[in-house]
């Protein structure tokens, strides 16, 4: 398959994670990387 053409193979990980409702902000990035910052209660 890669040698007929141009072929890129990706996956996305799956995390499985729990919130609660009153936590804002909380934004997961498929790069592996949360911006704590923006978190907040």
């Known amino acids: 398959m890669l ?3 141009p ?4 996956y996305q990980p ?4 729990g919130l609660r ?3 804002k902000g909380f934004v997961w990035s498929p790069m592996d990387w949360t911006d704590f910052a ?4």
């Open 3 to 5: 040698h007929n053409g």
């Open 7 to 10: 072929y890129v193979i990706l």
């Open 14 to 17: 799956t995390e499985p994670f």
């Open 21 to 23: 409702t009153n936590v």
């Open 38 to 41: 923006s978190i907040s209660k």
